[in-house]
């Protein structure tokens, strides 16, 4: 089992910077990929960003250029710095870690911290 806490969301002004992070503890034997995801009310889930085990980054077209994924390797952790935040930012993020256990694979998912982007 591998559990992940999300911590940053909040409320925050049309422009304004907001630091989501995402801590991964239980039996991870090795992480690949970390990524954060986000839901808006009505819309699916989309990818906004992820990072793999050798720090190649890749963004949702919509962010590029605002948004910036990093993550601490030897604490199980990512990051999401999110700067010039816009009013169409708002949703529910979620954190999402992949890797393996053993033998096993695990694709192990937060529980979510909401962003409010006022205009």
């Known amino acids: 089992q591998v559990q992940l806490v999300e911590s940053g969301g909040g409320l925050v002004q049309a422009g304004g910077s907001l630091r989501l992070s995402c801590a991964a503890s239980?039996?991870?034997?090795?992480?690949?990929?970390m990524g954060w995801y986000r839901q808006a009310p009505g819309k699916q889930r989309e990818l906004v960003a992820f990072?793999?085990?050798?720090?190649?980054?890749n963004y949702t077209d919509s962010v590029k250029g605002r948004f910036t994924i990093s993550r601490d390797n030897a604490k199980n952790t990512v990051a999401l710095q999110m700067n010039s935040l816009k009013p169409e930012d708002a949703a529910s993020y979620y954190c999402?870690?992949?890797?393996?256990?053993?033998?096993?694979?695990?694709?192990?998912w937060g529980q979510g911290t909401q962003v409010t982007v006022s205009s």
């Open positions: 239980g039996r991870i034997g090795s992480i690949n990929n």
């Open positions: 990072i793999t085990s050798s720090g190649i980054t």
């Open positions: 999402n870690v992949q890797g393996y256990w053993g033998f096993r694979t695990f694709s192990s």
